[in-house]
């Protein structure tokens, strides 16, 4: 059911590598997530976006940056990537982005940084 | 002001019934309710927008309690296709979700 991918699935790289992480969704949604969870755990906000141009921090505090130039398109990037980043990431779209309405998930990047 | 869940793991054979609790120490508008099964994506199971709001998925249905601060998932005659982690999640201003801490649900034969 859900337009919203994510690539790559799985991602094994070393220290100190830039990386980007790739989120489209072709539902035409103007709100736009990414989550961090760690096995097992919950799912923390880092970034959250409005529309085109607009971005915000989430509740977890992250090194990584986001960017929204297109409304399909939610990249996310990692300058250095250390092994503390090692996590799922996970990207999610809604309609309007009112907590009223569902979200629609990606099946996320499992990110091990060595 | 995650929402704590209760219990954390819960194991059922074929049949059982279960119930998730979702507690939040502030008000509640909303409540989400996800399901995610290993190495997948949550899926979306069902919203419930006012209190005293009941709401009903196949087997799955769910309770809200806006005086009480808390929700409730209800699983019936459990499948296999049940296992999963189950998450709710409540408003956090800014029209974001704080998730809860999850519940591992798991039916055996």
């Known amino acids: 059911e859900a337009d919203i991918y994510q690539t790559p699935r799985y991602l094994v790289i070393g220290t100190g590598k830039k990386i980007t992480l790739e989120c489209s969704q072709t539902?035409?949604?103007?709100?736009m997530y990414w989550y961090q969870q760690d096995p097992g755990m919950e799912l923390h906000l880092i970034h959250y976006?409005?529309?085109?141009?607009?971005?915000e921090k989430g509740d977890l505090s992250s090194e990584s940056t986001v960017s929204r130039i297109r409304t399909e398109h939610f990249p996310l990037t990692l300058e250095s990537a250390r092994p503390s980043h090692t996590s799922q990431y996970l990207c999610a779209s809604s309609e309007l982005g009112s907590t009223n309405e569902k979200l629609f998930f990606g099946s996320g990047t499992q990110l091990s940084v060595l | 002001q995650q929402p704590v869940q209760s219990p954390q793991a819960v194991i059922l054979r074929e049949g059982e019934d279960a119930v998730i609790n979702c507690s939040s120490s502030k008000a509640l508008y909303s409540v989400h309710w996800y399901r995610q099964k290993h190495g997948e994506a949550p899926v979306f199971l069902m919203i419930l927008l006012k209190g005293g709001e009941q709401k009903g998925h196949e087997k799955i249905s769910a309770s809200f309690n806006e005086k009480k601060q808390q929700s409730s998932l209800y699983l019936t005659a459990s499948q296999l296709s049940y296992s999963g982690t189950y998450f709710c999640g409540t408003e956090a201003g800014a029209n974001n979700l704080f998730f809860g801490t999850g519940t591992r649900l798991t039916v055996i034969p």
């Open positions: 976006s409005y529309g085109v141009n607009s971005t």
């Open positions: 539902m035409g949604h103007d709100k």
